[in-house]
């Protein structure tokens, strides 16, 4: 079973600046099957990226995905003061779905 | 537009049955996508529980194998879950899910619903 580690697990920013967030796989990822959630108070997690670096449908281009092997990031270009929330990894493989433990991005 | 709304008792006792129910909308289960559960709890975060496709047979997070069983009913556009022999540890808010058939949409969950909150009690 792959393990996701998330980094930082809190962020404290300012509306307008950047966030990068990290989640790092304890084995290879196959496929670039990896996945990123946004989850706001008293929501259900909501798709952002998937294949590491595609958005999904309706995701606005501040919202980017990259990395491969064991290495993910997730970039927030400027944020909203709807971006600041809980961002989750995902992983498949093997018959398994994974998460990662989750980072806040909060407000500084 | 796809929505998925859980349903079924908040409150179960050590060792019974939990059962919840998953309403489709916008989205039959017949067509090509896997229908999850999927739970979320302070202490173990995000947890995959289990998906079914329409005509194949279910696969389970092994932790969980030996209590679970995720169905579906075609004639409701529903599935459920049902977890044996409930522990508090199995308290939890359960969120029914999405992902696709396809290799390019299997991996990910595209559709959520809002979450039911369930608590093991006496």
């Known amino acids: 079973e792959i393990v996701l580690t998330q980094s930082p697990g809190t962020l404290s920013l300012s509306p307008g600046e950047g966030a990068t967030l990290f989640c790092r796989a304890s084995?290879?990822?196959?496929?670039?099957?990896l996945a990123w959630y946004q989850q706001r108070p008293g929501q259900a997690p909501r798709l952002l990226i998937y294949?590491?670096?595609s958005r999904a449908t309706g995701i606005p281009d501040r919202f980017s995905g990259s990395g491969s092997g064991t290495d993910f990031t997730l970039t927030i270009s400027r944020l909203e003061p709807e971006d600041f929330a809980v961002y989750y990894c995902?992983?498949?493989?093997?018959?398994?779905?994974?998460f990662g433990g989750g980072a806040k991005v909060g407000i500084k | 537009q796809v929505q998925l709304q859980e349903s079924g008792p908040g409150l179960v006792k050590p060792s019974e049955t939990l059962s919840l129910t998953c309403t489709v909308s916008?989205?039959?289960?017949?067509?090509?996508?896997?229908w999850s559960w999927i739970r979320q709890s302070p202490g173990k975060g995000l947890e995959w529980i289990g998906s079914?496709?329409?005509?194949?047979?279910?696969y389970y997070n092994p932790s969980l194998k030996s209590r679970i069983t995720v169905s579906l009913d075609t004639s409701k556009n529903q599935f459920s879950l049902k977890l044996t022999s409930v522990t508090a540890a199995d308290t939890a808010l359960y969120y029914c899910?999405?992902?696709?058939?396809?290799?390019?949409?299997?991996?990910?969950?595209?559709?959520w619903g809002q979450g039911a909150l369930v608590t093991v009690s006496s």
């Open positions: 899910a999405r992902h696709g058939a396809g290799t390019a949409a299997f991996a990910h969950f595209d559709y």
């Open positions: 916008g989205s039959s289960i017949r067509s090509a996508y896997y």
């Open positions: 079914r496709y329409h005509d194949g047979s279910p």
């Open positions: 084995q290879t990822v196959t496929n670039n099957y």
């Open positions: 294949g590491a670096s």
């Open positions: 995902q992983h498949y493989g093997s018959s398994l779905f994974t």
